[in-house]
């Protein structure tokens, strides 16, 4: 049985569907990537997820839990068990570093302090920054600040993580250690872990499996093999990254020889 | 945690200069030490008129200060106003003729009872009537009766 | 014209769906209050951002307050013969109107609008967020305590203000313009009630900071996540809680002092 089962989902801003019917599963124990062009709705899907949005039709299940049926405080105890890493991080700004991984700690367990140090050094050693724990988080590079914020969400050893474009915006060297640490995270301590990310080249390389999401759909899935040897003429051009395909170069609208030719129409 | 320290620190200093203005405002501000030996005994005075006279004003005895209005009612035979007087206990020793007249301090200030002694042996007690009262002044009256003095004189 | 109705009816909507949000929050905010007993020192903590960090500018306004009180109450009384009557000026003036409603304003603008921008900025970089992510509340963890705070400094702020621009008062009276310092107490004693004016005084101060700290957190927490909308809700946060404040008074004061 999947780790999070989503049937059906739909899901609306205004009057614009992000997503119409979507269907995913995701595998305990493996990597599962969520690609898709930006505005396409993975923060958004990631959200839903963790029960911050409600869908508007379909069922999210994590865990043999239906997500939006779950009382506030039984909700409260799932989000326990699953770790989120932002985009921007989220580090708590007016805490350094040491307590922003002991935060979650604090919150939800009475253990004495000299245990939570333990484990808090732990988790700082794991993503290579114990040395940086009295740093606040505005001195932190933003690969730094996202890997202080992998060592809080697995705080409390969750059975799934899921990752919000963790590689957008890193230089190529940080991009390397966090492609490895999501790796290793994940085989080490048996999570499950989604990635939402535009980034194909280094998400193909840990991804077991890969949903390419457009325009409120799926559009493929698969594993990374099967999706660069796909027929579809979209996946090649998201893959590879064309400029121009089905995707078009240009945003749609008036032709560009009608607006030359009546510029009064501008204002 | 050295941070939090002195954080609470700073908060208890807060919090004390908080509490202390407020001390500072309910002592010496307010009349609160008024109402600290306030437990004595009461006695009663008809008057034809209180004019501005209150509840809580002051009763005093050659200007020292002896007691204060506890109530104020209209008598329903009599129609006067019929005043209830808290005094401080240690003036236990008023004579039972004491009188009771209303006055006003200086032209625009409140108004007070002030009482003036008899040659009784016997003191007032809890639950006495004075009867000796004098009414207060209604401006308007005194000149009224003023006026027509001079008028009854001038012919 | 059809255009205005509706831009009308759209408006009126929003501000409804605001109401209803505003509402709601306190709701929840409230609801956070009993489980802080527990944990206090989130509370002190703010207690430190939103009252030590006022109390130089209370201390400031308050003394300049009382002493211009002290000489614009001398130059009137001193016409009717009452300057003695100026400690009760001062005091009730103070105590009754200036020191809440003022206080309240500088409290708004000091601590209200950085509560706003902080709150505002947690949001915009997804702290809220996480917070929520990592199953803490942070109606709870972040805004209750903040609540609590502003309710309890308040009144400790007002009174400090009061206490020194009496104090302010007095310098410029007795020691400026020689009003007899006997007088100056024992006539403000005669006039100032302990529960007329210093408890309701007490109890206005405590309203407005129930009121701007509420205003202040909920602009933050309502706001738009960008710099822009966070600025925006800064100065939403200072203009709403002056109305607030004033028209509050104005209620207040007529069921205060109404019936005397
Ligand atoms: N709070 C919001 N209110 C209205 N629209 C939003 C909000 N958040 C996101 N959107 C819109 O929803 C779409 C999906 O956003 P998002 O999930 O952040 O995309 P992605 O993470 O794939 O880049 C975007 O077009 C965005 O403009
Ligand atoms: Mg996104």
Known sequence: MPLVKIRDLHFYRGNRAIFDGVNIDIERGKVTAIMGPSGTGKTTLLKLIGGQLRPHQGTIEVDGQDVHKLSHSQLYELRKRMGMLFQSGALLTDLNVYDNVAFPLREHTDLPESLIRDLVLMKLQSVGLRNARNMSPNELSGGMARRVALARAVALEPMMIMYDEPFTGQDPISMGTLVNLIHRMNDAMGLTSIVVSHDVAETAEIADNIYLLSDGKIIEQGTTLQLKHSSSQWVQQFMQGLPDGPVPFHYGGRDYADDLLNPEENA | ?155 | MINLIRSLGRWGLGTFERQGRAHLFLFNMLLGIPGLFLRFSLVVQQLFSVGVLSILIILISGLFVGMVLGLQGYNTLVDFGAEESLGVLVSLSLVRELGPVVSALLFAGRAGSALTAEIGLMKSTEQLSGMEMMAVDPIRRIIAPRFLAGIIAMPLLAAIFSAVGILGGFLVGHGLLGVDDGAFWSQMQAKTDLYDDILNGVIKSVVFGFVVTWIALFEGHDATPTSEGVGRATTRTVVHSAFAILGLDFVLTALMFGDE
């Not at chain 2, 809580?56 to 035979?77: D, E, F, Q």
């Not at chain 2, 409140?110 to 016997?122: F, S």
């Not at chain 2, 639950?127 to 027509?148: H, K, S, W």
């Open chain 2, 1 to 155: 945690m050295m941070q939090n320290k002195s954080t609470e620190i700073f908060v208890g200093m807060f919090v004390a200069a908080g509490l202390a203005a407020l001390f500072m405002l309910a002592m010496k501000v307010s009349n609160l030490g008024d109402f600290t030996d306030e437990t004595g005994y009461q006695v009663t005075a008809e008057f034809e008129n209180i004019g501005g006279l209150k509840v809580r004003s002051a009763v005093t005895m050659a200007g020292v200060r002896v007691g204060r209005v506890a109530s104020i009612n209209l008598h329903p035979v009599t129609y006067n106003a019929e005043v209830t007087i808290n005094m401080y206990p240690q003036f236990d020793n008023l004579p039972l003729d004491t009188s009771a007249s209303i006055y006003t301090a200086g032209l625009l200030g409140e108004q007070y009872i002030g009482l003036v002694a008899g040659a009784e042996e016997e003191f007032l007690q809890d639950g006495d009537v004075i009867d000796l009262t004098q009414p207060a002044l209604v401006l308007e009256q005194v000149i009224g009766q003023f006026l027509y003095s001079k008028a009854e004189g001038d012919e």
